[in-house]
């Protein structure tokens, strides 16, 4: 990999790199400085792998070439300008725009699902970019969240051309090869057709329903039963908000000719945005752009390192796969939904469940907790202000404070009896703990699968069990397993035994909107047997 030399080494003699941004397996994307206009930028190295057979390099050169001669074509705002493609040691590289954002699927992933009001701006401005592309003749081919990038103050950007194609041209396709990303293909496409601007249009589709929910309505566990799912399945809108149904049901239309076009999809945006500022005149104005307090997110718009996958990359501080929310204090889970002529409704449970009962006139809303949906399918609503991280099949939120915390483990399960698996448990506490004491066990009824509970509490030792628990501190803890089809799901919940009183209510609607799969619904609250 190339590497600026005390940050002075230059690319066709003007344009200096600065840091990297990102890389993958086929390249780096720098943070750049075009040293003539004194501006910054992304520079974008391709690195192709060692060994790699004459023709195989010939294309992906080829493709990068054309995927930065395909983007400068277009002009638009929520589009990445592509400013030069200069040849350095052999091969190109794209001098770009710089763009101070975050992807869509890293803001849900840190922060929960997107307000409906600013999915909705979201979407017409990418609507906006994509019939820039289409009128110019060009596919984009690979719309899906991580190619949408937000900036703080609410702009949107289309990136990564670098699956794009003017209508019609197939030069670089291989017989048998689709392009693109599984969960987000249009059933044509996934099909073995060469689709049109219809089929970005689905992807659209899903990638809005993502935005909602944290990953495409036809995502399953690999890429067949994924391609199975666009040509089979329906999408499942239980816990989408009612007011986003009739514009993803008909982006999600099979037959590319009765699907909806750009100008009724945007209608439709448009008239969700209105009924949503109907109802911010009620609740108050809709968040900005969620942001972690982490590192200045910088992404360049067409920053596809791994042009196979279409992979855009982004710095934010955090360790890649970590934080199912890095810092919930700028998250605003999404706030109810009311039609155009409704009174707002209040939420109760997972989000988008919608309650029947209005508010009176010109109250506040209580805002539902932001929702975490697993890469594995489960989900669980977070406190707002706790900060997230996952490693594995655990994920777990910490309050800032420390004294607070709520955990989720999935696991296989050698049985049926959430109970052992508590018992097991309770033996690896041990050399962590002292003086633990039960308060509770039993069963609890939940709708899917069994469950039991242990409640009790424990002071730290000397050996740290986390490193969040202070040594000789007093605990209170609620652990609850759920064993679904095999698969056991352990939660936890710690809090000091001081303040374990004040935060019930809290703990019960955390516990209540766990969910093993998205069809699962919330848990109910449970009771002794």
Do not use: C
Not at 17 to 37: E, F, I, N, R
Not at 54 to 65: G, K, N, V
Not at 324 to 350: E, K, L
Not at 398 to 423: F, Y
Request: net charge positive; aromatic share 6%.
């Amino acid at each position: 990999m190339a590497s600026p030399d005390d940050g002075e080494r230059l690319i066709a003699r003007r344009y200096r790199l600065s840091s990297a941004l990102g890389q993958g397996g086929m390249g780096v994307v720098w943070h750049g400085h075009d040293t003539l206009l004194n501006r910054p930028i992304a520079i974008k190295e391709v690195v192709l792998p060692p060994g790699l057979p004459p023709i195989e390099r010939e294309r992906h050169l080829l493709r990068t070439t054309r995927e930065a001669r395909t983007a400068a074509r277009l002009n638009h705002p929520g589009i990445v300008q592509i400013y030069d493609v200069v040849e350095e040691d052999g091969r190109p590289w794209i001098i770009m725009e710089l763009v101070d954002a975050q992807p869509l699927d890293e803001i849900v992933r840190l922060t929960g699902p997107v307000p409906v009001r600013l999915l909705s701006d979201i979407g017409r401005q990418i609507l906006s970019a994509l019939t820039a592309a289409h009128q110019a003749g060009v596919l984009h081919r690979d719309v899906k969240p991580s190619n949408i990038l937000v900036t703080e103050d609410g702009r949107a950007v289309l990136t990564d051309f670098g699956v794009a194609t003017a209508e019609g041209d197939s030069s670089l396709t291989q017989t048998g090869m689709v392009a693109g990303s599984p969960s987000f293909l249009a059933p044509e496409r996934a099909s073995g057709g060469i689709g049109g601007a219809a089929s970005d249009l689905w992807s659209f589709g899903a990638t809005l329903y993502a935005g909602l929910m944290g990953r495409s309505p036809f995502e399953r566990a690999d890429t067949m039963e994924t391609l199975n799912a666009i040509l089979t399945e329906e999408a499942v809108y239980g816990r989408i908000p009612k007011i986003f149904h009739a514009v993803l049901r008909g982006l999600l239309e099979r037959d590319p000719a009765r699907r909806l076009t750009a100008e009724q999809a945007d209608r439709m945006l448009a008239d969700i945005q209105a009924a949503q500022r109907a109802r911010d005149r009620v609740t108050g104005p809709p968040p900005r752009v969620p942001r972690p307090r982490s590192k200045v997110a910088l992404a360049a718009g067409v920053a596809a390192v791994v042009l196979a996958a279409g992979a855009v990359v982004v710095w934010n501080g955090l360790p890649r796969g970590r934080g199912p929310a890095a810092d919930a204090a700028t998250s605003t889970g999404p706030r109810p939904v009311a039609a155009a002529t409704a009174a707002p409704t209040s939420s109760a449970g997972p989000v988008g469940r919608q309650s029947a009962t209005p508010h009176p006139p010109y109250a506040r809303a209580r805002r539902p907790l932001p929702i975490w949906t697993s890469p594995a399918g489960w989900s669980i609503a977070f406190p707002r202000g706790w900060r997230g991280s996952r490693e594995g099949a655990h994920a777990e939120w910490l309050r800032r404070d420390g004294k607070a915390h709520l955990g989720v483990e999935m696991r296989k399960s050698a049985g049926d009896d959430p109970a052992k698996i508590l018992r097991a448990a309770e033996r690896l506490l041990t050399p962590y703990a002292r003086e633990v004491t039960t308060l509770r066990r039993g069963s609890v009824a939940v709708p899917e699968g069994r469950a039991a509970e242990w409640e009790f509490t424990w002071t730290s030792g000397d050996a740290s069990r986390a490193p969040w628990v202070a040594p000789g501190r007093v605990y209170h803890e609620l652990r609850r397993a759920v064993v679904v089809d095999g698969t056991a799901y352990v939660l936890e919940w710690t809090m000091t035994s001081r303040e374990w009183g004040k935060r019930r209510r809290l703990r019960e609607e955390v516990f209540r909107s766990f969910a093993a799969s998205e069809a699962a619904g919330a848990m109910g609250t449970p009771r002794a047997r």
